[in-house]
């Protein structure tokens, strides 16, 4: 198996954080689940069956700036800092999945 189906597979198998009570923090769940959307909307395609489509919005720089985001609210809340910590650890995990997506050429002959 590939490093990016070994990567992709193991991203499909865990589960997106769950959401918060701290309004700020949801907010941030909620652009989380939608980056992990224009992922799927990626990554499933070429596992599927090796189309190399590339989301239309900047994934990269979103996740930079929700990364951004949740180091902010890291500093300012912290009874949620575990919270925050896993989503800033599954926005990580996204930007691997993404980038050794990204790193394949259409042909699928790049890993």
């Known amino acids: 198996m590939s490093n990016f189906h070994e990567t992709a597979q193991l991203w499909l198998s865990t589960p997106l954080p769950a959401g918060s009570s701290s309004d700020d923090l949801d907010e941030v769940h909620a652009d989380l689940a939608l980056i992990d959307t224009w992922v799927a909307g990626s990554v499933l395609p070429m596992l599927q069956s090796g189309r190399w489509p590339p989301a239309t919005p900047d994934v990269v720089a979103a996740l930079d700036e929700l990364s951004t985001e949740i180091e902010r609210l890291r500093t300012q809340d ?34």
Do not use: H, K, P
């Not at 989503?87 to 050429?105: D, E, M, N, P, S």
């Open 78 to 111: 912290g009874d949620e800092n575990g919270l925050a910590n896993q989503y800033l650890a599954y926005a990580c995990f996204l930007r691997r999945v993404y980038g050794i997506f990204l790193a394949r050429t259409d042909d699928g002959m790049n890993e």
